[in-house]
């Protein structure tokens, strides 16, 4: 069983920043990419940054220069450092990961349950 757990959401005023976190556990053998992505109300899931085992990193256009992903391979963590936030950055924003659990099975993706981010005056 694999989970993946974030914390670090909440409010904050516009041009602030807030840190989220990410970490999977349970029965991995290993990781792959390693993502954020947000809903927005009304909108479709979109990709905010990842990290592939690589170390490469891609972001939306929307973030760049304003988030930044990180990634701890030794704990199995992903962190989003969000700076300069801006209304229309609110949506809930969830952890994935692709997870082997055995090294002979093909990965798999799995999903955290999300957590807010809401920025507003």
């Known amino acids: 069983q694999v989970q993946l757990v974030e914390s670090g959401g909440g409010l904050v005023q516009p041009g602030g920043s807030l840190r989220l976190s990410c970490a999977a556990s349970g029965s991995i053998a290993s990781i792959y990419t390693m993502a954020w992505y947000r809903q927005a109300p009304k909108k479709e899931r979109e990709l905010v940054a990842g990290?592939?085992?690589?170390?490469?990193?891609n972001y939306a256009d929307s973030v760049k220069g304003r988030f930044t992903i990180s990634r701890d391979n030794a704990k199995n963590t992903i962190s989003l450092q969000m700076n300069s936030l801006q209304p229309d950055d609110t949506a809930v924003y969830y952890c994935?990961?692709?997870?082997?659990?055995?090294?002979?099975?093909?990965?798999?993706?799995?999903w955290g349950q999300g957590t807010q981010v809401n920025v507003s005056s």
């Open positions: 990290s592939r085992s690589s170390g490469r990193t």
């Open positions: 994935y990961a692709t997870i082997s659990t055995t090294y002979y099975e093909r990965a798999k993706d799995y």
